[in-house]
């Protein structure tokens, strides 16, 4: 029996590269995310990816989702985002709004409707892509921080509470990754800036690299629960103590 594994923002970055690598580990992946095109094109390189379109912030859509499955074996929370690096006093509201409907309320909408295939799996993951600012706050983290502390805190409790069920409750927590996306999206399409935030860091870590840690969790013995991996580039020793080079 192959297993089925569910990824949501597939459409880029961690996502895709752990539906990639989740795809060649052997699963069936259903690669979710609002993108469609880029989830079709996904989809055509990769024949046992199935895509499906979602917005974590609908009801109906995680519906359609969960109508669509015959089974879910893992579930890779992965959908989220930093938008905007003000300090909190000039923090926009819009923007915490928007990361606490994708990152918190989002994260919570998909896990509670595909638990109950989780547990009926008899083997499940459920593994949430947190952040180290779930961990650690930082200067014009704001809204980013609070929603991944929250993420952090939604992991925690679901290992609480789903103690004695079959299923393994996982966070990975990435520091500093070089997406596409991820810096450009919290500097509004701003390239420049964006790629500033990675300026002389020797080596980031690449989504493949995430990809690699999600991989490595997921096919541990079923009795094997990582709790938590946190997972940095070496450069990076902390939130604050990044080597670059000039
Ligand atoms: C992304 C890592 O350090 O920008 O989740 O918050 S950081």
Redesign the pocket.
């Known amino acids: 029996m192959t297993k089925t594994a569910v990824v949501t923002g597939a459409s880029s970055g961690i996502g895709e590269a752990t539906a990639r690598r989740l795809a060649a580990e052997g699963y069936d992946v259903v690669a979710a995310a609002r993108r469609r095109d880029r989830l079709d094109k996904l989809a055509a390189e990769v024949p046992s990816i199935t895509p499906v379109t979602l917005d974590v912030t609908s009801d109906e859509s995680v519906a359609d989702l969960v109508a669509s499955l015959g089974r879910c074996d893992v579930l890779i929370n992965n959908a989220g985002g ?1 938008f905007g690096l003000e300090p909190v006093a000039e923090g926009l509201v819009d923007d915490w709004r928007r990361m606490y409907e994708v990152n918190v309320l989002g994260t919570l909408r998909v896990t509670k409707a595909l638990l109950p295939k989780l547990v009926d799996s008899g083997d499940g993951v459920l593994l949430m892509i947190t ?3 779930g961990l650690v706050s ?1 200067e014009g ?1 704001g809204g ?2 609070a929603a ?1 502390h929250a993420e952090t805190s939604m992991t925690e409790t679901l290992r609480l509470e789903l103690c004695g069920e079959p299923v393994r409750i996982v966070e990975i927590a ?4 070089h997406t596409e996306e ?1 810096s450009l999206t919290r500097f509004r399409g701003d390239a420049e800036r964006a790629e500033k935030v990675y300026e002389g860091v020797p080596d980031p870590l690449s989504a493949d690299d995430v990809a690699d840690a999600v991989a490595w969790c997921v096919t541990r013995p079923s009795h094997v629960n990582v709790d938590r991996l946190v997972i940095r580039p070496r450069a990076q020793a902390a ?1 604050h103590k990044v080597h670059r080079v000039s």
């Open positions: 930093a952040s180290v600012a930082y983290g980013y921080c991944k990435p520091g500093m990754v991820f939130q």
